[in-house]
């Protein structure tokens, strides 16, 4: 049925091609080649339709993710994918919307609307790309650079606190959140089918190393950091344990990094809880007649 | 044509708002006209705030210059309303709050009305004091008391029969009180109005010319759009409050880009923030409304008050070029039939269509005899929703028209990339790798000139982009766009009646604009341009446009509304220079 969901055992047979065939623009070793990777194997392995997967993203060396798959797209601006994200799924609950960006764009100029959607629980998943440095615009400082980081825009290190991004997530009210590693892409790829499979607002958070402008937190300083949440017997439904989890990089002085599954919880979603959307998605919704135009015009006489 | 003027005036939280609501349903189901605009601060509490309603037995074009009859429920109510009375004024007041002693008695009928005590008597509830002025009012107008009896019955009925009894019994204690007596005695036609709002007019175009989705974040003058979507959720459309205007446009965009017909809308701050949006919007070729009903400004401004000053920032915001669409609506009624148009021309260009509103076309409410939902027609574009040919569907298409075709999420074989960034026909960048590149650079001007030609499609594809002409062999003419134009048809009848005969040229569609035609409308005319602004903005387009400069301009810029009086005052100074 069109309008159902997606669940994992769902057309697996028939695979379909997601690549488009357009070659991404990043640098020879970036993380975000993991990303794609994971996030091709994620949705093949789903096995939805590639027509109801739209894939938006936002302005950044992240953002180019949408082109190389062969999926309906939206390349938009700089910190707004997740409102023109949110647009699509609410006028279209049948799709799979997933959103892609980077720190800068979904940390920095956007975080607000990182916050609010959270909030909604809309059902989106949203990928980003956390290399802790603004790449495209050749290496400034982000809103999760670390302390001390020297960056173009820092160059006597970086004073301000980097931003916690699944402690943010988890308050605000998302239900799915994970962290990934770049240096790790089948964890990554499960981690991210997990969000798609998940009803609500996922977020997976991804280190994913920039090797032109970040020196400091590199596959290796990642590698000798990262553990496995679950390995370590991390209870996701606990949020109290999840955040507590969030803050342990910080707390460790960055010793110890988890990834992998944070946070689930089961909670309705927003097109589960909006009037409207009892009536089905929207743009299958028929126009008002002149009769009902004119029931509704009765109210002003 | 006979009309009466009704001020009433308290402080925020006296019901001035509900009482000129109730006065407004006992007229128009009398068969009466009713033109109705509210003075408020941005306060919730306290203040001083008016309402006015003009009753009229024939169609009004502004809610008057003058007070016949003020209601004031409180003290400011005297002392900041004295200069506007009209003379042999009717002042209804309670002598137990009020002295009217700054009034002179010989040149106003002063209505002495125990209001709280009559309130109280019939209610035991002192709020029920201003349904007892609004029965003497009705007295003095001519109105018969039965029919607010029968109003109060189908406003009220839900509340059960003592709210009912007490408001009836408080509004004939009024009616038939000493010193009130049939004073203007306007009779109405039998037909029963709708009356209703600029804001609440064009909601009802959108809603009928099946707009679902409307993003919003909170603003005067355009909240009431967000809140008639809210109210109407069970009606098939959605209503979304986003965290900013940021978000409502990109939210409106994402919608639309789903294949909703989408629309948000602000006031100019607003505007402000949804600047990027717009650009997106005209790049991605994603088609959108967006409202901006204009306040006083520059920034916060009188956020209570209108002006139309944002006709230059509207039709120029987000770098870059794109095609987009203008609109101004000159009534009420007009306010439905654009919003219902906007849609279509949204969906036929791809573009971006601006309806400019502003408070007093927002807010004023007007009887109307009802909307033309027959001539609404849907036409969505070219879309499309199989796939026919082999290979990668051209989103961006090169076409004679400059119009591409368009496809939605969910259509098999017809995926592809909307991108902010420049692309070729299949959505693919050519922003990073290959810019400037030969090749590049000519896909770069073929894709910028095919949006751009949608401008020249339009204007020969349509024939609405030219200015309107009333009384085409007047002496001289008021030039106007949107709201102006309600009370400009007013000053042509007040000019008339002291032997001037004056048109009016009044712009709805302003951008794009056929040059030639209205310039051959505007030639050799003796013309005065009316603007709620301080630099004549609209002259500018026209300007702009066809070279012709109007060298007499009537500007108002204090925030208040214009009317038909202080615009026929200024262009009769005008005239006589």
Same mark, same amino acid.
Request: aromatic share 8%; charged share 20%; with cysteine.
């Given at each position: 049925?069109?309008?159902?969901? @997606? +669940?994992?055992?769902?057309?697996? %047979?028939? =695979?379909?091609?997601?690549?488009?065939?357009?070659?991404?623009?990043?640098? /020879?070793?970036?993380?975000?080649?993991?990303?794609?990777?994971?996030?091709?194997?994620?949705?093949?392995?789903?096995?939805?339709?590639?027509?109801?997967?739209?894939?938006?993203?936002?302005?950044?060396?992240?953002?180019?993710?949408?082109?190389?798959?062969?999926?309906?797209?939206?390349?938009?601006?700089?910190?707004?994918?997740?409102?023109?994200?949110?647009?699509?799924?609410?006028?279209?609950?049948?799709?799979?919307?997933?959103?892609?960006?980077?720190?800068?764009?979904?940390?920095?100029?956007?975080?607000?609307?990182?916050?609010?959607?959270?909030?909604?629980?809309?059902?989106?998943?949203?990928?980003?790309?956390?290399?802790?440095?603004?790449?495209?615009?050749?290496?400034?400082?982000? @809103? +999760?650079?670390?302390?001390?980081? %020297?960056? =173009?825009?820092?160059?006597?290190?970086?004073?301000?606190?980097?931003?916690? /991004?699944?402690?943010?997530?988890?308050?605000?009210?998302?239900?799915?959140?994970?962290?990934?590693?770049?240096?790790?892409?089948?964890?990554?790829?499960?981690?991210?089918?997990?969000?798609?499979?998940?009803?609500?607002?996922?977020?997976?958070?991804?280190?994913?190393?920039?090797?032109?402008?970040?020196?400091?937190?590199?596959?290796?300083?990642?590698?000798?950091?990262?553990?496995?949440?679950?390995?370590?017997?991390?209870?996701?439904?606990?949020?109290?344990?999840?955040?507590?989890?969030?803050?342990?990089?910080?707390?460790?002085?960055?010793?110890?990094?988890?990834?992998?599954?944070?946070?689930?919880?089961?909670?309705?979603?927003?097109?589960?809880?909006?009037?409207?959307?009892?009536?089905?998605?929207?743009?299958?919704?028929?126009?008002?007649?002149?009769?009902?135009?004119?029931?509704?015009?009765?109210?002003?006489? | 044509?006979?009309?009466?003027?009704?001020?009433?005036?308290?402080?925020?939280?006296?019901?001035?708002?509900?009482?000129?609501?109730?006065?407004?349903?006992?007229?128009?189901?009398?068969?009466?006209?009713?033109?109705?605009?509210?003075?408020?601060?941005?306060?919730?509490?306290?203040?001083?705030?008016?309402?006015?309603?003009?009753?009229?037995?024939?169609?009004?074009?502004?809610?008057?210059?003058?007070?016949?009859?003020?209601?004031?429920?409180?003290?400011?109510?005297?002392?900041?309303?004295?200069?506007?009375?009209?003379?042999?004024?009717?002042?209804?007041?309670?002598?137990?709050?009020?002295?009217?002693?700054?009034?002179?008695?010989?040149?106003?009928?002063?209505?002495?009305?125990?209001?709280?005590?009559?309130?109280?008597?019939?209610?035991?509830?002192?709020?029920?004091?201003?349904?007892?002025?609004?029965?003497?009012?009705?007295?003095?107008?001519?109105?018969?008391?039965?029919?607010?009896?029968?109003?109060?019955?189908?406003?009220?009925?839900?509340?059960?029969?003592?709210?009912?009894?007490?408001?009836?019994?408080?509004?004939?204690?009024?009616?038939?009180?000493?010193?009130?007596?049939?004073?203007?005695?306007?009779?109405?036609?039998?037909?029963?109005?709708?009356?209703?709002?600029?804001?609440?007019?064009?909601?009802?175009?959108?809603?009928?010319?099946?707009?679902?989705?409307?993003?919003?974040?909170?603003?005067?003058?355009?909240?009431?759009?967000?809140?008639?979507?809210?109210?109407?959720?069970?009606?098939?459309?959605?209503?979304?409050?986003?965290?900013?205007?940021?978000?409502?446009?990109?939210?409106?965009?994402?919608?639309?880009?789903?294949?909703?017909?989408?629309?948000?809308?602000?006031?100019?701050?607003?505007?402000?923030?949804?600047?990027?949006?717009?650009?997106?919007?005209?790049?991605?070729?994603?088609?959108?409304?967006?409202?901006?009903?204009?306040?006083?400004?520059?920034?916060?401004?009188?956020?209570?008050?209108?002006?139309?000053?944002?006709?230059?920032?509207?039709?120029?915001?987000?770098?870059?070029?794109?095609?987009?669409?203008?609109?101004?609506?000159?009534?009420?009624?007009?306010?439905?039939?654009?919003?219902?148009?906007?849609?279509?021309?949204?969906?036929?260009?791809?573009?971006?269509?601006?309806?400019?509103?502003?408070?007093?076309?927002?807010?004023?409410?007007?009887?109307?005899?009802?909307?033309?939902?027959?001539?609404?027609?849907?036409?969505?574009?070219?879309?499309?929703?199989?796939?026919?040919?082999?290979?990668?569907?051209?989103?961006?298409?090169?076409?004679?028209?400059?119009?591409?075709?368009?496809?939605?999420?969910?259509?098999?074989?017809?995926?592809?990339?909307?991108?902010?960034?420049?692309?070729?026909?299949?959505?693919?960048?050519?922003?990073?790798?290959?810019?400037?590149?030969?090749?590049?650079?000519?896909?770069?001007?073929?894709?910028?000139?095919?949006?751009?030609?949608?401008?020249?499609?339009?204007?020969?594809?349509?024939?609405?982009?030219?200015?309107?002409?009333?009384?085409?062999?007047?002496?001289?003419?008021?030039?106007?766009?949107?709201?102006?134009?309600?009370?400009?048809?007013?000053?042509?009848?007040?000019?008339?009646?002291?032997?001037?005969?004056?048109?009016?040229?009044?712009?709805?569609?302003?951008?794009?604009?056929?040059?030639?035609?209205?310039?051959?409308?505007?030639?050799?005319?003796?013309?005065?341009?009316?603007?709620?602004?301080?630099?004549?903005?609209?002259?500018?387009?026209?300007?702009?446009?066809?070279?012709?400069?109007?060298?007499?301009?009537?500007?108002?810029?204090?925030?208040?509304?214009?009317?038909?009086?202080?615009?026929?005052?200024?262009?009769?100074?005008?005239?006589?220079?």
């Amino acid at each position: 049925m069109p309008g159902s969901n @997606p +669940t994992a055992n769902q057309n697996t %047979k028939q =695979k379909q091609n997601f690549a488009s065939g357009v070659k991404p623009i990043w640098c /020879p070793g970036c993380g975000d080649f993991s990303v794609e990777a994971a996030l091709m194997k994620a949705v093949q392995e789903i096995g939805i339709e590639k027509e109801r997967v739209v894939i938006v993203s936002g302005i950044g060396c992240s953002s180019a993710m949408p082109h190389p798959f062969s999926t309906y797209g939206i390349h938009s601006l700089h910190g707004r994918l997740l409102p023109v994200a949110a647009g699509v799924k609410l006028a279209n609950d049948d799709l799979i919307v997933i959103g892609t960006g980077g720190d800068g764009d979904g940390y920095g100029i956007g975080v607000g609307h990182l916050i609010h959607n959270a909030r909604r629980n809309i059902d989106l998943t949203y990928i980003v790309m956390n290399n802790e440095i603004y790449g495209l615009t050749t290496g400034q400082a982000s @809103p +999760t650079s670390l302390i001390g980081a %020297k960056t =173009k825009s820092t160059p006597f290190g970086s004073i301000e606190t980097p931003e916690n /991004p699944t402690a943010i997530a988890i308050s605000a009210g998302a239900t799915y959140v994970a962290r990934a590693f770049s240096g790790d892409p089948m964890h990554m790829a499960e981690l991210i089918k997990g969000g798609i499979l998940h009803k609500g607002f996922s977020i997976i958070d991804v280190f994913s190393p920039c090797v032109t402008f970040n020196n400091l937190n590199t596959y290796d300083w990642f590698r000798q950091r990262v553990y496995k949440l679950e390995t370590s017997g991390h209870d996701p439904s606990d949020k109290s344990k999840a955040m507590e989890r969030s803050f342990e990089a910080e707390q460790t002085d960055w010793a110890k990094i988890p990834i992998g599954l944070f946070y689930k919880a089961e909670k309705q979603t927003y097109s589960q809880l909006d009037i409207t959307l009892q009536q089905g998605p929207l743009v299958n919704q028929k126009f008002p007649t002149k009769q009902q135009a004119l029931e509704i015009m009765e109210e002003y006489r | 044509m006979a009309s009466v003027s009704v001020r009433i005036v308290g402080a925020n939280g006296d019901g001035v708002e509900s009482s000129g609501a109730l006065l407004i349903k006992v007229a128009t189901r009398n068969g009466l006209n009713v033109f109705g605009y509210r003075g408020y601060q941005s306060i919730i509490r306290g203040g001083h705030v008016w309402y006015q309603i003009r009753i009229s037995d024939s169609k009004l074009y502004s809610h008057g210059e003058g007070i016949d009859i003020l209601i004031a429920l409180n003290q400011d109510s005297i002392t900041y309303q004295k200069s506007h009375l009209n003379p042999n004024a009717i002042v209804i007041y309670d002598p137990s709050k009020i002295k009217v002693d700054e009034l002179d008695a010989t040149k106003f009928r002063l209505v002495k009305l125990p209001m709280l005590d009559i309130a109280i008597e019939v209610s035991g509830d002192p709020i029920m004091r201003n349904t007892v002025a609004i029965g003497a009012a009705l007295k003095f107008i001519g109105i018969d008391i039965s029919v607010f009896n029968e109003v109060i019955k189908s406003m009220f009925g839900r509340k059960g029969e003592k709210v009912v009894e007490s408001n009836i019994k408080a509004a004939s204690r009024g009616y038939d009180s000493e010193g009130v007596s049939m004073v203007f005695n306007i009779k109405g036609d039998g037909k029963q109005r709708y009356a209703l709002d600029g804001n609440t007019a064009l909601s009802i175009g959108a809603y009928a010319s099946g707009c679902k989705f409307y993003a919003a974040y909170p603003m005067t003058p355009a909240s009431s759009i967000l809140h008639w979507f809210a109210a109407h959720e069970n009606k098939g459309v959605m209503p979304k409050q986003t965290e900013d205007e940021i978000a409502a446009i990109n939210m409106t965009i994402g919608a639309a880009s789903a294949g909703a017909r989408a629309m948000c809308g602000t006031s100019g701050g607003g505007f402000s923030l949804m600047v990027e949006g717009l650009g997106l919007a005209g790049m991605l070729e994603t088609p959108i409304v967006v409202v901006e009903s204009q306040r006083t400004g520059p920034s916060t401004g009188l956020p209570t008050k209108t002006e139309q000053a944002d006709l230059l920032f509207v039709m120029h915001a987000s770098q870059g070029e794109f095609p987009r669409i203008v609109v101004a609506p000159r009534s009420i009624e007009e306010s439905f039939k654009i919003a219902s148009e906007a849609f279509n021309l949204a969906d036929r260009y791809q573009c971006p269509v601006l309806i400019m509103m502003d408070l007093y076309l927002s807010e004023h409410i007007e009887s109307i005899d009802g909307f033309d939902f027959d001539s609404i027609t849907i036409d969505r574009g070219k879309i499309v929703t199989q796939k026919t040919d082999e290979g990668r569907f051209k989103r961006y298409l090169i076409t004679e028209d400059g119009i591409s075709p368009r496809s939605f999420p969910g259509a098999r074989g017809l995926e592809f990339i909307a991108g902010s960034d420049e692309h070729n026909e299949y959505g693919d960048l050519i922003s990073d790798a290959f810019a400037g590149i030969d090749s590049s650079i000519e896909i770069r001007n073929k894709m910028h000139e095919k949006r751009m030609r949608k401008m020249d499609t339009m204007l020969k594809n349509e024939s609405i982009f030219v200015p309107h002409i009333e009384n085409e062999n007047a002496d001289y003419f008021l030039v106007t766009f949107g709201s102006t134009t309600i009370p400009a048809r007013e000053a042509v009848e007040i000019l008339k009646s002291k032997g001037l005969n004056f048109g009016i040229i009044s712009f709805n569609y302003i951008l794009p604009l056929d040059k030639e035609k209205t310039k051959a409308m505007l030639h050799g005319k003796r013309m005065i341009n009316v603007e709620a602004n301080f630099t004549g903005q609209l002259a500018k387009v026209i300007m702009m446009n066809t070279g012709i400069e109007i060298k007499e301009s009537i500007l108002k810029y204090d925030g208040e509304a214009f009317t038909g009086e202080s615009i026929a005052s200024e262009a009769l100074k005008i005239v006589k220079k």
